[in-house]
T-cell receptor, first 111, second 113 residues
Framework: DAGITQSPRYKITETGRQVTLMCHQT?????MFWYRQDLGHGLRLIYY?????ITDKGEVPDGYVVSRSKTENFPLTLESATRSQTSVYFC????WGNGYTFGSGTRLTVV | AQSVTQLDSQVPVFEEAPVELRCNYS??????LFWYVQYPNQGLQLLLK??????LVKGINGFEAEFNKSQTSFHLRKPSVHISDTAEYFC???????????FGKGTKLSVKP
């Protein structure tokens, strides 16, 4: 089906472990984004990508790594998970600025 | 830098009453404006967007918003709310060099019978 899919939907991991959140879109949108949603903060941008092999930091990038070897995939990796990274993570895609579609989110708990 | 301020963190209303959720933005460039709704434990769903043209924008579920450039506002309105409108609403702006959306902190709408 066309759309943007995130996996897993739920994840529990231990402090210090590496974890990767997946994001896949079928529209061939140029732009992709990762946000985290925390109570009292709304959604904050972690990383974004303007095209394959082009990525850049957003507002809260520390502790995260991204890659974009293919247009349709934009994985987010927590290199060494911390409790402060417990959050809901949303992936989004866009074709420059005027339409954004969000995935269903990944609820990550770091224990 | 762009920013979005949602003036109310919580708005309680009774069913069938009108509601207005307020949003102000700051930007030195032309912007696109959006309202998203998030139901409990779900993702974000686009309610409406302003890209250009008419300043009154109609969206889904009977919502509408008015773009006011002089007041840098984009308030969301509904003339008569339902219990099912209970959700969190996010105002967002795009138009910066990153092409990303900048969100307000959200307004929780609680509709009571």
């Amino acid at each position: 089906d066309a759309g943007i899919t995130q996996s897993p939907r739920y994840k529990i991991t231990e402090t210090g472990r590496q974890v990767t959140l997946m994001c896949h879109q079928t529209w061939s949108h140029s732009y992709m984004f990762w946000y985290r949603q925390d109570l009292g903060h709304g959604l904050r941008l972690i990383y974004y990508s303007a095209a394959a092999d082009i990525t850049d930091k957003g507002e809260v990038p520390d502790g995260y790594v991204v890659s974009r070897s293919k247009t349709e995939n934009f994985p987010l990796t927590l290199e060494s998970a911390t409790r402060s990274q417990t959050s809901v993570y949303f992936c989004a895609s866009s074709e420059w600025g005027n339409g954004y579609t969000f995935g269903s989110g990944t609820r990550l708990t770091v224990v | 830098a762009q920013s979005v301020t949602q003036l109310d963190s919580q708005v309680p209303v009774f069913e069938e009453a009108p509601v207005e959720l307020r949003c102000n933005y700051s930007s030195s460039v032309s912007v696109y404006l959006f309202w998203y709704v998030q139901y409990p434990n779900q993702g974000l769903q686009l309610l409406l967007k302003y890209l250009s043209g008419s300043t009154l924008v109609k969206g889904i579920n009977g919502f509408e918003a008015e773009f006011n450039k002089s007041q840098t506002s984009f308030h969301l309105r509904k003339p008569s709310v339902h219990i099912s409108d209970t959700a969190e609403y996010f105002c967002a702006v795009s138009g910066g060099s990153q092409g990303n959306l900048i969100f307000g902190k959200g307004t929780k709408l609680s509709v009571k019978p």
